[in-house]
């Protein structure tokens, strides 16, 4: 399979650019990994480093949500007061170690 070369970087791209090249690596994924593309894809992730992986997420504006149990459960596992909270609740990204850039 010939996989063709980018002009423009993804960024820069319209959102059919991005569709069609998210779509020609998931096959190539698909063909390298022999059908297990999930773990493909994973493995992709780990080699990102941890700063790369968090921008990643917060990019992706994925919504958080924390059970009351487990919230209860993590406020008393840290010994935090009841004000951190609503904090939790509303911006979780504060409590990740991201550089201002990426907020």
């Given amino acids: 399979m010939q996989v063709p070369g980018g002009r423009v970087e993804t960024s820069d791209a ?49 919504p958080i949500s924390i059970s009351v149990k487990d919230s209860l459960a993590m406020r008393a596992d840290l010994a935090m007061p009841w004000s951190i909270e609503t904090v939790i609740n509303f911006k979780p990204y504060l409590f990740l170690d991201l550089p201002n850039m990426y907020l």
């Fill in 14 to 62: 319209c959102a059919k650019t991005v569709r069609r090249r998210t779509k020609t690596l998931s096959l190539v994924r698909k063909i390298a990994s022999c059908g297990d593309s999930t773990s493909q894809l994973g493995e992709e992730i780990k080699v990102l480093s941890n700063l790369v992986r968090q921008s990643l997420l917060h990019q992706a504006q994925l």
